[in-house]
């Protein structure tokens, strides 16, 4: 082959490679001067690396399929040569669609849905995808077979694998199943009473879970201990928009029989109640008494308060709970 035959070939590569980068760099200009978005350039100019890259190698490999006197005088170098190609451009495609799957997530960050529905863990599951699927394809051109037949003669070995790693693979399903059915999403506040942890979400991985917790340690869970233990989730309290008071009073029995006492208090109690702005006077207000306990008659006193910030909720509760005890007090009611 003469090098003046190559021209042609040379300038369509050439072309298409000139198209796809600036198609990339239109991609750029749609996302940050239209749609207000970051993007860094280190990702673009990584993906067009590999464009650039991946082009090449096709040039290289057509360079050589076409010399026919090269493939004729040296055919096990042009197959090894063919093979080494062919590996990487597997390679270099894998690389680049990994780098398209990371521009995804950094423009989906910047939307608001992100913190609601997550995707961290979906778009590692495809990555994780994309590496058994180029592995096999990698594995197929060294073995020189068919893929199809590759994956079944590793199929042993997959079940191994899959033993060893269970607790990965646990971790993998789950992460993939907490991001589907929004079990849990970024900045919810749970608790996990078997595991002793209560915190703030900060990261939803594919086989990890971290926690910020109220002593501002960091906790690292695997996802499937979301799935497999019994979770508080606060999410809805800051939806709601209100949080639902409750506690238990104890009244002396020796003035139990003092009906009057009881329901003088009662009214007073529900007076005060009144009186206060935080608490949604819509929704029920609940004063009544229970069974008798060991440690007097117990008065129970549910509400809601339309307070979310969960210090600023302690402290209102204190101070009711102080204030209605003042009023017990007042009439000799509590123990």
């Known amino acids: 082959m003469k090098l003046t035959d190559l021209i042609p070939l040379f300038t369509y590569f050439l072309v298409i490679s000139l198209v796809l980068i600036a198609l990339f760099y239109l991609f750029k200009w749609v996302v940050v001067k239209k749609l207000k978005l970051q993007l860094t350039n280190q990702l673009i100019n990584k993906a067009i690396r590999y464009i650039v890259f991946f082009i090449g190698i096709l040039l290289i490999n057509s360079f050589i399929i076409n010399d026919s006197i090269f493939v004729l005088q040296n055919p096990q170098l042009a197959l090894f040569i063919n093979k080494l190609v062919s590996l990487l451009t597997l390679l270099v495609l894998f690389l680049l669609i990994s780098t398209i799957i990371d521009i995804i997530y950094h423009i989906y960050q910047q939307f608001k849905v992100s913190k609601k529905v997550p995707i961290k863990a979906m778009l590692q599951a495809i990555k994780v995808v994309l590496v058994i699927v180029f592995g096999f394809g990698m594995i197929a051109i060294i073995m020189n077979k068919d893929p199809f037949v590759v994956m079944g003669s590793v199929s042993t070995i997959a079940a191994f694998i899959s033993f060893i790693f269970k607790e990965i693979l646990l971790g993998f399903f789950a992460g993939i199943q907490l991001t589907f059915n929004r079990t849990v999403e970024l900045r919810d506040y749970i608790e996990i009473p078997a595991l002793k942890s209560k915190g703030i979400i900060t990261e939803i991985g594919l086989t990890t879970v971290t926690i910020q917790n109220i002593d501002e340690s960091v906790s690292t869970l695997p996802a499937y201990s979301l799935i497999s233990n019994p979770l508080i989730n606060y999410r809805h309290i800051y939806e709601a928009g209100y949080r639902h008071l409750t506690h238990k009073f104890y009244i002396k029995m020796d003035f139990v029989k003092e009906t009057n006492n009881l329901a003088t208090f009662v009214e007073k109690v529900r007076q005060h109640i009144a009186t206060k702005p935080k608490i949604i006077q819509e929704k029920p207000i609940m004063i ?27 402290t209102f509760k204190t101070n009711l709970i102080l204030e209605i005890v003042e009023l017990a007090q007042k009439q000799g009611l509590l123990n």
């Open 288 to 314: 009544q008494f229970g069974d008798s306990e060991v440690g007097g008659l117990p008065l129970h006193l549910y509400c809601y308060v339309d307070v979310i910030d969960l210090q600023e909720f302690t």
